[in-house]
């Protein structure tokens, strides 16, 4: 269903920042997220890194990747129109990115990809935060030295409003998952750095789609800007221990 999922782009406008959306108006990514995608991708690319990506979305962590020097990356979408999208970034990025964009789901295409063939991994799939089993994946593909990074909204005393469970989680959640996908302490290291930043609500206002004329029409209304609020967002830095130097040129910072 998600493959095929009828995903729309609003743009920017007196009331609204430019955002991806589904059908009932729940928010896939925003532009009011660029801080936090270009902070992930710092984390995951170094001039020369190959980098696997899960989630396309806006391609704005994609765009990050590239200004960060990324010289191959693999984004994994499983959303058509979202994959489509993707192909443009890849024109426009061709004379300096190897950029190849799969469409399937990461549980398809992952155990296909080798082992420590990526210097870094950034994971930001809608709806579904990183899960065990992807952060075991994660583990596998990394050289030793990579990095790994991936969305994860922080529950603190701004998001009181937020739907605990779905909006946010504490960060002890994530650092189980990661010992029990096999990441040890040392690499899991201390406490994220975050960012907090004004993020519009989960939904776009009143956003239905209705039959008419023999098209889907929309029927929407603008989120005000009483809907904003700030969100505190961890950007994971989570270091593949192994063997053998670095990742590939990456330095300690």
Not at 1 to 30: C, F, P, Y
Not at 85 to 99: G, N, P, Y
Not at 222 to 239: D, L, N, Q
Request: glycine residues 12%; hydrophobic residues 45%; proline residues 4%.
């Amino acid at each position: 269903a998600w493959r095929a999922a009828n995903l729309q782009t609003h743009e920017a406008d007196a009331v609204a920042v430019a955002k991806l959306v589904t059908s009932t108006g729940e928010i896939v990514m925003a532009a009011d997220e660029t801080d936090y995608m270009q902070r992930m991708a710092e984390m995951a690319a170094f001039p020369g890194a190959t980098v696997l990506e899960v989630g396309f979305g806006m391609g704005i962590s994609a765009a990050a990747l590239a200004a960060a020097g990324a010289a191959v990356h693999l984004v994994i979408e499983p959303n058509r129109g979202v994959f489509n999208s993707s192909l443009e970034h890849a024109v426009r990025v061709a004379s300096r990115v190897a950029f190849s964009p799969v469409l399937g789901f990461w549980r398809e295409v992952t155990p296909l990809l080798g082992d420590a063939s990526f210097d870094g991994v950034l994971y930001d799939a809608f709806p579904a935060v990183a899960s065990v089993e992807f952060l075991r994946e994660a583990r596998r593909v990394l050289r030793p030295g990579g990095v790994l990074t991936f969305y994860w909204s922080l529950c603190d005393d701004f998001g009181r409003a937020l739907q605990y469970g779905r909006e946010c989680e504490p960060w002890e959640l994530a650092r189980a998952d990661l010992r029990d996908a096999g990441w040890s302490e040392e690499e899991i290291g201390g406490e994220p750095e975050t960012l907090i930043l004004s993020i519009e609500e989960a939904r776009v206002g009143d956003l239905t789609l209705r039959e008419g004329g023999g098209e889907l029409e929309e029927d929407r209304q603008h989120c005000p800007r009483e809907a904003f609020r700030p969100r505190t967002f961890a950007v994971p830095r989570i270091v593949r221990s192994g063997g053998g130097g670095g990742g590939g040129g990456r330095d300690s910072g």
